[in-house]
C-alpha cells in the first residue's frame, strides 16, 4: 500500500512538473526550440516558435534543424556538436520559416537533460530588420562616398567647361560672321554645353544642387532626360515616349525632377528583368471638385505617368512602396529611399505622387502636378532685374587660376574694375588694401582653408550691405539658407560670358535699389 501511494505520488508530481514545463516553456515569449543533437529532428517547440516560423507545432515537429537552417547539413552537424559540447554556446543563422521567407537569426544553444537523455535547447532572437538596417546603413555610406566622388568630379569638370564656354564666346567675338573658324567656334561651345547637361545630371544623381524652381515645359525636361534614361534601361526593354504637344507649364525644380524621373524608371526597369514596355505619358488633366486632391492641386493639372508592363506589385507591398528604408530589392542594392525620394520631390513642387498595380500585369505611377501660366516660359522665373551699369569694384576669388583669369577678363573688358585672389585668405588682405571701396564679392564656395560661405561672413563685418555672388561647380556643400539674403546670389558652373555679366548686372542693380530705399 505505501509503495502503491509513492508510486501515486511520484506520477502525480511529475505529471505537475510536466504541466509546469510545459506552460512555462509555451507561454515564454522567446522562440524556443528542443533538439535532438544526433539527428536534429525538432523534439520541442513553444507557441512563439510556431509563429515565428509560420508552422503548427505538429508540421514543426516534423522537421530537422537542417531543413530550417540554410547551411550545409554536414555544417549544421558540426555547429550542433560544438553546442553540445559548449565549445560554442552562441551563433548567427539564417533560418527557413513558412512560404520561403528567411530570415536572420542569433541563436543560444547549450545542452540539457530532458526526459533522461541529453538534447539541446535553443533561443531563436529575430534580427532580420537589425541586419537591414545595417546593411541599408552601410548601403547608404556607399551611395555617400559615390556622390562625393561624382562631386568631386563635376567641380574639376565644371572648372573645364568654364573655361570652354567662356573662351569659345570671346573667340567667337573676334571672328567674322561666316568664317569657317566661326563655326567650329560654335561646333566647340555647343559640345560644352552638352557636356554641362551631362555634369548637371551627375550632380542631380549625387542630390548635390541647389535647389531652384522654374517655370517649365515637362516634355522639354523628359527629352532632355530621355538618352540618359534609355541607358538605364538596356536595350531589352523599349522605352516609348507620348507627349502632349499642347501641355500646360508646371512650377518645378529641374534638376530634381530629372532624379524623380531616373528613380521611376529604374524601379520599372528593375521589375522587368525579361524585357518589356516602358511609356512615359504626359497630359492635361482637369480635376474635379470632388476630387479628394482638388484642394491642393487647382483644378488644371499636368499628369506625367510612367508605365511598365512588368511584375506589378503585391497588395501588401504596394501599402508600404513609400515608406523610407523600405524595399523589396535588397538583392539589388536597394536603399528604399528611391520612392520615398521620390514623393518628397512631387510634394516639394505642390503634387501628388499616385501608383496602380496589379501583380503580373505591370505598374502604373503618375505625377500629377499644378499647371501655371504658360506665358511664364518666356520670362525668366526671378523677377527681372535691370542689368545695371558696368561700373563698379568686384572682387574675385577663385582658386582655379584658368576660371580665375577668365572671369576677370570678362568683368574687366564689360568695364568693371577687378580684383582678384586665389583664395580666402589673399581676398581678406586684398580688401585691407583696396583704395576703392568693394561694390561685390563673387567667389567660388569650394576652396581650401576659408571657403566662399566663411570669407563671405568674414568680409560682411567690415562691408555690411556687400552684396555676394557664390559661384560653384559642386555646391554639394553650400547652405542654401545663405541665399535666402537679399544680396546673395548663386551663379552654378558652367556659365557663359552673358550668364556671368547679367548675374553681376542684376546684382548690382539690385543691392543699388536696396540702397536708395534705405537712403529714403
Given at each position: 500500500?505505501?509503495?502503491?501511494?509513492?508510486?501515486?505520488?511520484?506520477?502525480?508530481?511529475?505529471?505537475?512538473?510536466?504541466?509546469?514545463?510545459?506552460?512555462?516553456?509555451?507561454?515564454?515569449?522567446?522562440?524556443?526550440?528542443?533538439?535532438?543533437?544526433?539527428?536534429?529532428?525538432?523534439?520541442?517547440?513553444?507557441?512563439?516558435?510556431?509563429?515565428?516560423?509560420?508552422h503548427?507545432?505538429?508540421?514543426?515537429l516534423?522537421?530537422?534543424?537542417?531543413d530550417?537552417n540554410?547551411?550545409?547539413?554536414?555544417?549544421?552537424?558540426?555547429?550542433?556538436?560544438?553546442?553540445?559540447?559548449?565549445?560554442?554556446?552562441?551563433?548567427?543563422?539564417?533560418?527557413?520559416?513558412?512560404?520561403?521567407?528567411?530570415?536572420?537569426?542569433?541563436?543560444?544553444?547549450?545542452?540539457?537533460?530532458?526526459?533522461?537523455?541529453?538534447v539541446?535547447?535553443?533561443?531563436?532572437?529575430?534580427?532580420?530588420?537589425?541586419?537591414?538596417?545595417?546593411?541599408?546603413?552601410?548601403?547608404?555610406?556607399?551611395?555617400?562616398?559615390?556622390?562625393?566622388?561624382?562631386?568631386?568630379?563635376?567641380?574639376?569638370?565644371?572648372?573645364?567647361?568654364?573655361?570652354?564656354?567662356?573662351?569659345?564666346?570671346?573667340?567667337?567675338?573676334?571672328?567674322?560672321?561666316g568664317?569657317?573658324a566661326?563655326?567650329?567656334?560654335?561646333?566647340?561651345?555647343?559640345?560644352?554645353?552638352?557636356?554641362?547637361?551631362?555634369?548637371?545630371?551627375?550632380?542631380?544623381?549625387?542630390?548635390?544642387?541647389?535647389?531652384?524652381?522654374?517655370?517649365?515645359?515637362?516634355?522639354?525636361?523628359?527629352?532632355?532626360t530621355?538618352?540618359?534614361?534609355?541607358?538605364?534601361?538596356?536595350?531589352?526593354?523599349?522605352?516609348?515616349?507620348?507627349?502632349?504637344?499642347?501641355?500646360?507649364?508646371?512650377?518645378?525644380?529641374?534638376?530634381?525632377?530629372?532624379q524623380?524621373?531616373?528613380?521611376?524608371?529604374v524601379?520599372?526597369?528593375?521589375?522587368?528583368?525579361?524585357?518589356?514596355?516602358?511609356?512615359?505619358?504626359?497630359?492635361?488633366?482637369?480635376?474635379?471638385?470632388?476630387?479628394?486632391?482638388?484642394?491642393?492641386?487647382?483644378?488644371?493639372v499636368?499628369?506625367?505617368?510612367?508605365?511598365?508592363?512588368?511584375?506589378?506589385?503585391?497588395?501588401a507591398?504596394?501599402?508600404?512602396?513609400?515608406?523610407?528604408?523600405?524595399?523589396?530589392?535588397?538583392?539589388l542594392?536597394?536603399?528604399?529611399?528611391?520612392?520615398?525620394t521620390?514623393?518628397?520631390?512631387?510634394?516639394?513642387?505642390?503634387?501628388?505622387?499616385?501608383?496602380?498595380?496589379?501583380?503580373?500585369?505591370g505598374?502604373r505611377?503618375?505625377?500629377?502636378?499644378?499647371?501655371?501660366?504658360?506665358?511664364?516660359?518666356?520670362?525668366p522665373?526671378?523677377?527681372?532685374?535691370?542689368?545695371?551699369?558696368?561700373?563698379?569694384?568686384?572682387?574675385?576669388?577663385?582658386?582655379?587660376?584658368?576660371?580665375?583669369?577668365?572671369?576677370?577678363?570678362?568683368?574687366?573688358?564689360?568695364?568693371?574694375?577687378?580684383?582678384?585672389?586665389?583664395?580666402?585668405?589673399?581676398a581678406?588682405?586684398?580688401?585691407?588694401e583696396?583704395?576703392?571701396?568693394?561694390?561685390?564679392?563673387?567667389?567660388?564656395?569650394?576652396?581650401?582653408?576659408?571657403?566662399?560661405?566663411?570669407?563671405?561672413?568674414?568680409?560682411?563685418?567690415?562691408?555690411?550691405?556687400?552684396?555676394?555672388?557664390?559661384?560653384?561647380?559642386?555646391?554639394?556643400?553650400?547652405?542654401?539658407?545663405?541665399?535666402?539674403?537679399?544680396?546673395?546670389?548663386?551663379?552654378?558652373?558652367?556659365?557663359?560670358?552673358?550668364?556671368?555679366?547679367?548675374?553681376?548686372?542684376?546684382?548690382?542693380?539690385?543691392a543699388?535699389?536696396?540702397?536708395?530705399?534705405?537712403?529714403?
Amino acid at each position: 500500500m505505501d509503495d502503491d501511494r509513492d508510486r501515486s505520488q511520484l506520477a502525480r508530481a511529475l505529471d505537475e512538473s510536466e504541466r509546469r514545463y510545459r506552460e512555462t516553456f509555451d507561454t515564454n515569449p522567446a522562440v524556443k526550440l528542443v533538439i535532438d543533437p544526433e539527428s536534429g529532428q525538432l523534439i520541442d517547440a513553444n507557441s512563439a516558435a510556431c509563429r515565428f516560423y509560420g508552422h503548427s507545432r505538429e508540421a514543426l515537429l516534423t522537421l530537422r534543424i537542417q531543413d530550417i537552417n540554410t547551411l550545409p547539413d554536414h555544417v549544421v552537424k558540426e555547429e550542433m556538436q560544438r553546442a553540445r559540447e559548449e565549445k560554442r554556446l552562441f551563433f548567427k543563422f539564417r533560418h527557413l520559416a513558412a512560404r520561403g521567407v528567411v530570415k536572420d537569426v542569433e541563436v543560444y544553444s547549450g545542452p540539457m537533460t530532458w526526459h533522461g537523455r541529453q538534447v539541446l535547447h535553443s533561443i531563436i532572437i529575430d534580427v532580420s530588420d537589425r541586419h537591414r538596417l545595417e546593411e541599408q546603413l552601410v548601403r547608404a555610406q556607399r551611395m555617400e562616398a559615390i556622390g562625393q566622388l561624382a562631386g568631386g568630379i563635376a567641380h574639376d569638370f565644371n572648372n573645364i567647361l568654364t573655361v570652354i564656354l567662356g573662351s569659345s564666346e570671346a573667340a567667337r567675338r573676334s571672328l567674322p560672321t561666316g568664317s569657317p573658324a566661326a563655326a567650329h567656334v560654335a561646333e566647340i561651345a555647343g559640345a560644352a554645353l552638352q557636356a554641362a547637361e551631362i555634369t548637371q545630371q551627375l550632380l542631380t544623381l549625387a542630390r548635390k544642387h541647389v535647389a531652384a524652381s522654374e517655370v517649365v515645359d515637362l516634355n522639354t525636361l523628359v527629352l532632355r532626360t530621355d538618352r540618359m534614361l534609355r541607358r538605364l534601361i538596356g536595350e531589352n526593354i523599349e522605352l516609348v515616349t507620348v507627349p502632349d504637344p499642347e501641355l500646360w507649364a508646371v512650377l518645378l525644380d529641374p534638376a530634381r525632377f530629372q532624379q524623380l524621373l531616373v528613380n521611376l524608371v529604374v524601379n520599372a526597369r528593375d521589375a522587368m528583368p525579361a524585357g518589356g514596355r516602358l511609356t512615359l505619358t504626359t497630359e492635361n488633366h482637369l480635376v474635379q471638385p470632388e476630387d479628394e486632391h482638388s484642394a491642393r492641386l487647382g483644378a488644371r493639372v499636368v499628369r506625367l505617368a510612367v508605365e511598365d508592363t512588368g511584375c506589378g506589385i503585391e497588395p501588401a507591398i504596394l501599402e508600404r512602396i513609400f515608406e523610407p528604408l523600405f524595399t523589396t530589392k535588397e538583392h539589388l542594392g536597394s536603399s528604399g529611399l528611391g520612392l520615398a525620394t521620390c514623393q518628397n520631390i512631387v510634394e516639394q513642387a505642390s503634387g501628388v505622387l499616385l501608383v496602380e498595380s496589379t501583380p503580373g500585369r505591370g505598374s502604373r505611377f503618375e505625377v500629377l502636378l499644378p499647371a501655371v501660366d504658360a506665358s511664364a516660359l518666356s520670362r525668366p522665373a526671378a523677377p527681372a532685374m535691370p542689368t545695371g551699369p558696368t561700373e563698379g569694384t568686384v572682387l574675385v576669388v577663385e582658386d582655379e587660376p584658368a576660371v580665375r583669369r577668365l572671369v576677370s577678363g570678362t568683368l574687366a573688358d564689360a568695364g568693371y574694375r577687378v580684383l582678384t585672389a586665389q583664395n580666402g585668405d589673399e581676398a581678406l588682405r586684398v580688401a585691407r588694401e583696396a583704395e576703392v571701396p568693394l561694390d561685390l564679392l563673387l567667389t567660388d564656395v569650394v576652396m581650401p582653408l576659408i571657403g566662399g560661405t566663411e570669407l563671405a561672413q568674414r568680409l560682411r563685418r567690415s562691408h555690411p550691405t556687400l552684396p555676394v555672388i557664390f559661384m560653384s561647380g559642386y555646391p554639394g556643400n553650400f547652405d542654401e539658407t545663405i541665399l535666402s539674403s537679399e544680396s546673395a546670389e548663386f551663379l552654378a558652373k558652367p556659365f557663359s560670358s552673358h550668364q556671368l555679366l547679367a548675374k553681376v548686372g542684376q546684382t548690382l542693380a539690385r543691392a543699388e535699389l536696396a540702397r536708395r530705399g534705405d537712403d529714403t
